[in-house]
């Protein structure tokens, strides 16, 4: 069964940096695009970043371009976020998703990690 | 971008009663609409998918409908597993993609 389990939240300064990751397991990793979507506390859904399946292509979330960096290892069925400069607004729980295939929408969501941005 | 809007923001319903969450696009996006249902502390789950099919597994009393930049999810008949909040989004434009603000659907 398709598993993505999400680490490497915490609770971090402003101006510092978290990286994220995201193990898959249960389908075979490289043929699916992936992404980041956020949810703060109390508040809906956010989508961050998308990767495709090779990591030829990347999207971000206009609020955390030049910030924020979406990777892959498709050796380690392994999703990354980088998350640089943070600020308080990025606080929230942080999910990994599997994008559909041929549409971009998510069918399958880890458990969320947190991130607190506070000094 | 593509804004979605969601109404009510909250709705209060008894079990056994049908509920109709309506979700506005600020401009045409054909078909490209999916639906989510959360509950507390968990993550999303998909339950349609360009705008009316159903993801398997998820039970024929939930529907969608619509097109164009007006859409519906409905539940024919409430039951005590679908009180949680629902989200749509939309995928007709990828850079961003884009959820509408939820629906909480409340024990009335």
């Known amino acids: 069964q398709v598993q993505l389990v999400e680490s490497g939240g915490g609770?971090?300064?402003p101006g510092r940096s978290l990286r994220l990751s995201c193990a898959a397991s249960g389908f075979t990793f490289?043929?699916?695009?992936?992404?980041?979507?956020?949810q703060a506390p109390g508040k809906g859904l956010e989508w961050v970043a998308l990767i495709w399946h090779d990591g030829s292509n990347k999207y971000y979330l206009d609020s955390v371009k030049g910030r924020f960096?979406?990777?892959?290892?498709?050796?380690?069925?392994?999703?990354?976020?980088?998350?640089?400069?943070?600020?308080?607004?990025?606080?929230?729980?942080?999910?990994?998703?599997?994008d559909e295939g041929t549409d971009y929408y998510f069918d399958y969501w880890g458990q969320g990690t947190l991130v607190t941005v506070s000094s | 971008d593509i804004q979605m809007t969601q109404s009510p923001s909250t709705l209060s319903a008894s079990v056994g009663d049908r509920v109709t969450i309506s979700c506005r696009a600020?401009?045409?996006?054909?078909?490209?609409?999916?639906?989510y249902q959360q509950k507390p502390?968990?993550?999303p789950k998909l339950l349609i998918y360009?705008?009316?099919?159903?993801?398997?597994?998820?039970?024929?009393?939930?529907?969608?409908?619509?097109?164009?930049?007006e859409f519906t999810l409905t539940i024919s008949s409430l039951q005590p597993d679908d009180f949680a909040t629902y989200y749509c989004q939309q995928y007709n434009?990828?850079?961003?993609?884009?959820?509408?603000?939820?629906?909480?659907?409340?024990?009335?």
């Open chain 1, 11 to 13: 609770v971090v300064q």
């Open chain 1, 30 to 38: 490289s043929k699916y695009g992936m992404h980041w979507v956020r």
């Open chain 1, 69 to 98: 960096t979406i990777s892959r290892d498709n050796s380690n069925n392994t999703l990354f976020l980088q998350m640089n400069s943070l600020r308080d607004e990025d606080t929230a729980v942080y999910y990994c998703a599997r």
């Open chain 2, 26 to 35: 600020s401009q045409r996006i054909t078909s490209w609409l999916a639906w």
């Open chain 2, 41 to 43: 502390g968990k993550a």
């Open chain 2, 50 to 69: 360009k705008v009316s099919t159903l993801e398997s597994g998820v039970p024929s009393r939930f529907s969608g409908s619509g097109s164009g930049t």
């Open chain 2, 93 to 108: 434009s990828y850079s961003p993609l884009t959820f509408g603000g939820g629906t909480k659907v409340e024990i009335k």
